[in-house]
Nanobody, 115 residues
Framework: QVHLVESGGGLVQPGGSLRLSCVAS????????MGWYRQGPGQVRELVAT???????NYADSVKGRFTISRDNAKNMVYLQMSSLKPEDTAVYYC?????????WGQGTQVTVSS
């Protein structure tokens, strides 16, 4: 089992920045991929960014150049630095961890971009 807890969401104006954090506990030594997904109002959950051990990072086209995913393996953390935020970035952001054969999710953190 891997337990994930996100933090860092909130209300921000368009053009602003936020940093999301996710701490992992449990079977963390088996984690291969960590990532961020989001689900906007009335929308399906979609990939934002992932970081895979030995393979690098992957981003949705909609966030390339604005968002950066990073990992601190010593602290069992994954971060999502979000800049130049747009109203369409408003969503619940979920942390994901993948170990061979299983996927785990955090409870989500709300990000609202509005003036």
């Amino acid at each position: 089992q891997v337990h994930l807890v996100e933090s860092g969401g909130g209300l921000v104006q368009p053009g602003g920045s936020l940093r999301l954090s996710c701490v992992a506990s449990g079977g963390i030594f088996s984690v291969v991929t960590m990532g961020w997904y989001r689900q906007g109002p009335g929308q399906v959950r979609e990939l934002v960014a992932t970081s895979t051990r030995g393979s690098g990072t992957n981003y949705a086209d909609s966030v390339k150049g604005r968002f950066t995913i990073s990992r601190d393996n010593a602290k069992n953390m994954v971060y999502l630095q979000m800049s130049s935020l747009k109203p369409e970035d408003t969503a619940v952001y979920y942390c994901q961890a993948i170990i061979p054969g299983r996927v785990f999710w955090g409870q989500g953190t709300q990000v609202t971009v509005s003036s």
